[in-house]
């Protein structure tokens, strides 16, 4: 049996179908267009030409939403049914 417990939270586009991003490196905020067929593996800072995986360019907002949804889902998936067993 496996320790870990893996979940897919997808990150909301805002009204113009765009993604929020801020680079590790120099801290600038900045968005992509999800969907148009360039590479999204790695994502290049437009400020300071930082290039890092994608996922590397999160903002704190979207690490607290995620968190947030991440948690809601333990609790529902993984920690209710073993209380209830």
Known sequence: MSDEVQFLIPIPL???QMLG???PSCGQYFKIRPG???PIDTCRCPYCCFLQK???FGTKEQLEYAISIGMNRISEEVIAPVAAA
Do not use: F, I, K, Y
């Open 14 to 16: 805002d009204d113009e």
């Open 54 to 56: 994608q996922e590397s």
């Open 21 to 23: 991003r801020e680079c």
């Open 36 to 38: 148009t067929g360039l």
